[in-house]
């Protein structure tokens, strides 16, 4: 069967209309269900659920790497963390739902292991998940080189590249160590997760026309 232009485009504006919803209900009932855990913990809860933060180099304590991301210290964290990590999980997920449900786990195992055993203080956010997001955007650019990915890698670095500041330590209050090793799990997520340019090739017959 052929294809004309016009169906191969419409055909890719579909395939793209379909991965935006996607990725926009996904992150929309990510941020709902961390949105609703954080007004229960406040106002029914006594704040108890802090406690499944990252308690540093407890045995006993490793499985909250899980649930940290997805926990916040008050309102008004998770209200700071809410536009960034709906912004950057979008355009995380976009591209492809499986990838980004894979890139997310190596940010959490990643960056929860480095917070486990290098923070001083209980730590929890989705800050983890925001600069792993930021990572994997970046990581996707350099190691993909397609223009989609180099265009919202460069988007990316122009609105939020001041938030490298943050893996920075300053405030004992806040967590480098979440921020850091977030975002380094989100360039090894890019780079474990390239596609394979070689297959993506045609091949190339030696023989005689």
């Known amino acids: 069967m052929s294809y004309t232009p016009d169906r191969r485009r419409s055909e890719g504006i579909v395939r793209h ?22 007004l229960f913990d406040v106002y029914a809860d006594g704040n108890r659920l802090d406690r499944f933060g990252i308690q540093p180099r407890d045995v006993n304590d ?10 916040h210290g008050g309102i008004s964290h998770i209200a700071a963390n809410t536009v960034p990590f709906l912004v950057l999980g979008f355009l995380a997920a976009f591209r492809g739902i499986a990838k980004f449900l894979a890139a997310s786990l190596i940010v959490i195992v990643v960056g929860g292991l480095g ?31 397609r223009l989609l990915d180099i265009a919202i890698a460069v988007a990316v670095v122009a609105v939020y590249g001041t938030m490298l500041l943050g893996v920075i330590p300053s405030d004992p209050a806040i ?9 380094v799990g989100g360039v090894l997520g890019a780079w474990f997760l ?13 023989g005689g026309r």
Do not use: C
């Not at 917070?115 to 600069?131: E, K, P, R, Y």
């Not at 967590?175 to 975002?183: A, E, I, N, P, V």
């Not at 390239?194 to 030696?206: C, V």
């Open 194 to 206: 390239r596609r394979d340019t070689a297959a993506d090739r045609p091949a190339i017959s030696s």
């Open 115 to 145: 917070v486990w055993f290098t923070s001083s203080a209980n730590t929890l956010g989705s800050s983890i998940l925001i600069f792993g997001f930021f990572g994997y955007l970046v990581g996707r650019g350099l190691f993909e080189r």
């Open 175 to 183: 967590s480098w160590q979440g921020h850091l090793f977030g975002l």
């Open 17 to 38: 209309g379909a991965r935006a919803l996607s990725a926009i209900v996904l992150i929309g009932i990510v941020t709902a269900v961390m949105w609703a855990l954080e």
């Open 62 to 71: 490793l499985p909250d790497i899980f649930t940290a991301p997805f926990m």
